[in-house]
């Protein structure tokens, strides 16, 4: 619980120190110590006194209604995905302790999932976990990111991947772009799963070991579906373009498929091609 109240004290803080008074209709008052708004200008803009809002901030145990929610998303100028994600560390459902998904190790794939893959053939595709460990990919993903089968399985993680290894900061070529759509989704699932002790264990250890990493997650966004444009530069085809689409995947695991379509009207598909006959 106090993993919870922490999150969403972070969250609130981030996403008022984002919005100037001019963007929520204010005057711009004195000089600012800070970015953003004020405490008691969030409360005023969400119609609740000072007093409980900042006890919302502080992630104190008070009684939080959806309808006093709305009135913060709308004060803090959230959208969609965010908003979901404030009701996720907000709104306690008592089950926080229900069993989680299975673990990396245990995942096993359905043939029909593996299949799609396989006939995704053009397309590099990866299906990550809840905790953004990779447990599939196809044999385009291999040739355009990876050889994930050189990779040992408990160093098979996305985010990991993103921070420790050159192949990736080479390739993409706005890598803070490519990492934050990633942190983005990891942000989602921390919400879900935010009385899990692993993220907390494991963001610890990438603050801890990648500076850039604590920067980047103190100002990701909230996407659970983000749909990316992104230009590589292969070290064997050159410039490549493709686009992102995350799809979930329903079943007992929560799973989800990354899918890299070649953009259109480039000559991406027929340079993934000939490195394929190549390989």
């Not at 004195?30 to 953003?36: F, I, L, N």
């Not at 005023?44 to 929610?69: F, K, P």
């Not at 759509?181 to 692993?198: H, I, K, N, P, S």
């Not at 064997?236 to 799973?255: Q, R």
Request: proline residues 5%; hydrophobic residues 40%; aromatic residues 10%.
């Amino acid at each position: 619980m106090l993993i919870r109240r922490q999150a969403l004290s972070d969250f609130l803080k981030g996403q008022r120190a984002k919005i100037s008074p001019e963007a929520a209709g204010l005057p711009p008052g004195a000089r600012r110590r800070t970015p953003g708004l004020r405490r008691e200008e969030v409360a005023q803009l969400a119609g609740v006194s000072t007093t409980w809002y900042t006890w919302l901030e502080q992630g104190r145990d008070i009684q939080v209604s959806s309808s006093v929610l709305d009135n913060v998303a709308k004060a803090l100028q959230l959208n969609a995905d965010e908003r979901r994600y404030l009701y996720s560390l907000a709104m306690d459902s008592g089950d926080s302790g229900a069993a989680y998904p299975v673990r990396q190790g245990e995942v096993q794939l359905s043939p029909s999932l593996q299949k799609i893959m396989s006939e995704l053939r053009l397309c590099p595709v990866m299906i990550s976990d809840r905790m953004c460990n990779i447990v599939g990919w196809n044999r385009a993903a291999s040739i355009v990111f990876l050889d994930f089968d050189q990779i040992p399985p408990e160093e098979r993680n996305i985010i990991r991947l993103l921070f420790t290894r050159r192949e990736f900061r080479r390739l993409a070529v706005n890598w803070e772009q490519f990492a934050s759509g990633f942190l983005a989704m990891f942000r989602t699932y921390y919400g879900q799963y935010v009385d899990d002790e692993w993220y907390d264990h494991f963001l610890e250890e990438m603050k801890r070991q990648h500076p850039d990493f604590k920067q980047m997650w103190e100002q990701s966004q909230v996407s659970y579906a983000p749909e990316v444009h992104l230009e590589f530069r292969h070290a064997k085809a050159g410039k490549m373009v493709y686009e992102l689409t995350s799809l979930k995947v329903y079943g007992d695991a929560d799973l989800r498929c990354s899918i890299y379509t070649p953009a259109p009207d480039t000559n991406t598909e027929a340079k993934l091609r000939q490195l394929m006959e190549e390989e």
